[in-house]
């Protein structure tokens, strides 16, 4: 069995919280504890599944020190770094770069604190003086001195950027701070640096919501950068002198496509999978980490954030091209083709037209036409008898047609040949389009065949 922190540490959880089968509403079933805010709050998706839920399933599953969990959806890493935190060896897949750095930074922890500190202080320095030297401070004064240029990034880069994400001082001030982590650049402490960064751009320096979609809110004309940086990084240092001793448990997270596994994972290996993939509606995550991602210099052009998209599962209609066929995977019979050929017989119903609305049906066809290939692929590393935990949503973003996705998962997966042991009521949530209460459910499935 795994070995839990004791009783007295940081890390313990409220008693009962996340207890699979136990539902819960909207609010503190979703919260990041304070007890797991170390690595876990780093930088982290909105509507992110918290880590108790991870540790639940993990115990559930009866994982160890000797066990290999995978997440293949690995997002900003909360599996792989709860599973770090508890002893178990893990693997995460993850598309989109942003996050993929997110989640590798998030389970390094082996920087020494105060030698990061130090760095991080040198790079200060460095930026604070480049500031300087055009006239700046590192206050939100709003000022612009006489003749000062201003940075931006190069002009395709700053197309990606959504429109007033981040006011031209704010922004000015991190290109500043780039060029400073660049020109004193050590691998031993760049990522935490950069994810550091990444963590207060979105919102405290620049001008994003969530809710949950990103969206522009109060455009505030300043905003200070190099210190709010410099107080995460001590944050992540403070943090890491707790995580030291846990940092020998073995976790990988590397670049992929969830719907073609392989590449670094041996046949047969894999005892569970505990993840959350994307759900089928709006949500286009190439657009929440849009900020961190342009500024960092991980997305400079449409060409890469195409070639982004191509490597995602397909969600939402901004990510959807001609040539995709995933839903080629789908049976002829799927209850998948009766919803998606409910939204478009609604869609013609209530005369809409937009190119966006005339493709949620086939984005609906995608999505799980994807997991059914997703599920294909995973199985070819599983071992016979491997457990299962799909944290998904309910949703009723197309035209209010309701599509219940754990119960249409749970066929797709069943189709490919998975047991389906169960579907638990983790919490409901208020969904924007419609007002109900929308079930979040934990799907629960076992491979019990032999690696194909």
Same mark, same amino acid.
């Given at each position: 069995?795994?070995?839990?922190?004791?009783?007295?540490?940081? !890390?313990?959880?409220?008693?009962?919280?996340?207890?699979?089968?136990?539902?819960?509403?909207?609010?503190?079933?979703?919260?990041?504890?304070?007890?797991?805010?170390?690595?876990?709050?780093?930088?982290?998706?909105?509507?992110?599944?918290?880590?108790?839920?991870?540790?639940?399933?993990?115990?559930?599953?009866?994982?160890?020190?000797?066990?290999?969990?995978?997440?293949?959806?690995?997002?900003?890493?909360?599996?792989?770094?709860?599973?770090?935190?508890?002893?178990?060896?893990? @693997?995460?897949?993850?598309?989109?770069?942003?996050?993929?750095?997110?989640?590798?930074?998030?389970?390094? !922890?082996?920087?020494?604190?105060?030698?990061? /500190?130090?760095?991080?202080?040198?790079?200060?320095?460095?930026?604070?003086?480049?500031? %300087?030297?055009?006239? $700046?401070?590192?206050?939100?004064?709003?000022?612009?001195?006489?003749?000062?240029?201003?940075?931006?990034?190069?002009?395709?880069?700053?197309?990606?950027?959504?429109?007033?994400?981040?006011?031209?001082?704010?922004?000015?001030?991190?290109?500043?701070?780039?060029?400073?982590?660049?020109?004193?650049?050590?691998?031993?402490?760049?990522?935490? %640096?950069?994810?550091?960064?990444?963590?207060?751009?979105?919102?405290?320096?620049?001008?994003?919501?969530?809710?949950?979609?990103?969206?522009?809110?109060?455009?505030?004309?300043?905003?200070?950068?190099?210190?709010? !940086?410099?107080?995460?990084?001590?944050?992540?240092?403070?943090?890491?002198?707790?995580?030291?001793?846990?940092?020998?448990?073995?976790?990988?997270?590397?670049?992929?496509?969830?719907?073609?596994?392989?590449?670094?994972?041996?046949?047969?290996?894999?005892?569970?999978?505990?993840?959350?993939?994307?759900?089928?509606?709006?949500?286009?995550?190439?657009?929440?980490?849009?900020?961190?991602?342009?500024?960092?210099?991980?997305?400079?052009?449409?060409?890469?954030? @195409?070639?982004?998209?191509?490597?995602?599962?397909?969600?939402?209609?901004?990510?959807?091209?001609?040539?995709?066929?995933?839903?080629?995977?789908?049976?002829?019979?799927? %209850?998948?083709?009766?919803?998606?050929?409910?939204? %478009?017989?609604?869609?013609?119903?209530?005369?809409?037209?937009?190119? $966006?609305?005339? /493709?949620?049906?086939?984005?609906?066809?995608?999505?799980?036409?994807?997991?059914?290939?997703? $599920?294909?692929?995973?199985?070819?590393?599983?071992?016979?008898?491997?457990?299962?935990?799909?944290?998904?949503?309910?949703?009723?973003?197309?035209?209010?047609?309701?599509?219940?996705?754990?119960?249409?998962?749970?066929?797709?997966?069943?189709?490919?040949?998975?047991?389906?042991?169960?579907?638990?009521?983790?919490?409901?949530?208020?969904?924007?389009?419609?007002?109900?209460?929308?079930?979040?459910?934990?799907?629960?499935?076992?491979?019990?065949?032999?690696?194909?």
């Amino acid at each position: 069995m795994m070995v839990p922190f004791p009783e007295s540490s940081q !890390w313990c959880s409220l008693r009962g919280v996340g207890r699979p089968g136990s539902p819960r509403t909207n609010g503190a079933m979703n919260n990041l504890l304070p007890a797991d805010a170390p690595a876990h709050g780093w930088y982290r998706f909105v509507l992110s599944f918290p880590p108790h839920l991870v540790r639940s399933y993990a115990e559930r599953f009866g994982l160890d020190e000797s066990s290999i969990l995978l997440d293949p959806f690995c997002g900003t890493g909360t599996t792989v770094v709860e599973a770090k935190k508890l002893g178990i060896p893990s @693997r995460g897949v993850e598309a989109l770069p942003m996050a993929r750095l997110a989640a590798a930074t998030k389970v390094d !922890w082996s920087p020494d604190p105060d030698r990061l /500190m130090a760095h991080a202080a040198l790079v200060a320095d460095k930026a604070l003086a480049l500031l %300087e030297a055009d006239g $700046f401070t590192d206050g939100a004064t709003g000022e612009i001195p006489d003749g000062a240029r201003l940075r931006t990034p190069g002009p395709e880069a700053f197309k990606l950027l959504l429109r007033n994400s981040i006011s031209p001082l704010p922004l000015h001030k991190s290109l500043v701070l780039v060029e400073a982590l660049d020109g004193e650049h050590d691998p031993a402490y760049s990522g935490h %640096e950069r994810v550091a960064l990444a963590k207060i751009l979105p919102s405290q320096v620049g001008n994003l919501r969530f809710g949950p979609e990103v969206g522009v809110g109060a455009v505030k004309a300043d905003a200070p950068v190099v210190g709010p !940086w410099l107080e995460q990084v001590r944050a992540m240092a403070d943090d890491l002198r707790l995580l030291a001793p846990r940092d020998s448990t073995p976790t990988v997270v590397s670049g992929g496509d969830a719907r073609v596994l392989g590449a670094g994972l041996e046949r047969a290996t894999v005892e569970a999978v505990i993840c959350s993939p994307p759900y089928p509606n709006e949500k286009d995550y190439t657009r929440t980490v849009r900020l961190e991602s342009v500024l960092l210099g991980m997305m400079n052009a449409r060409p890469e954030l @195409r070639e982004t998209k191509r490597r995602l599962l397909r969600s939402n209609t901004r990510g959807v091209y001609k040539v995709d066929d995933d839903d080629a995977w789908l049976a002829a019979d799927s %209850e998948v083709n009766e919803i998606a050929d409910a939204i %478009e017989e609604r869609r013609i119903a209530l005369g809409k037209t937009s190119g $966006f609305e005339r /493709m949620y049906h086939r984005v609906t066809r995608l999505y799980f036409g994807g997991m059914a290939r997703h $599920f294909g692929s995973l199985s070819r590393i599983l071992k016979p008898g491997a457990r299962l935990a799909y944290v998904v949503g309910d949703q009723a973003s197309y035209l209010r047609v309701m599509i219940r996705t754990g119960e249409l998962l749970a066929d797709v997966a069943r189709t490919a040949g998975y047991e389906v042991e169960g579907i638990d009521l983790f919490r409901t949530r208020l969904a924007t389009a419609t007002g109900e209460q929308l079930r979040e459910e934990v799907l629960l499935l076992r491979w019990p065949g032999r690696a194909t």
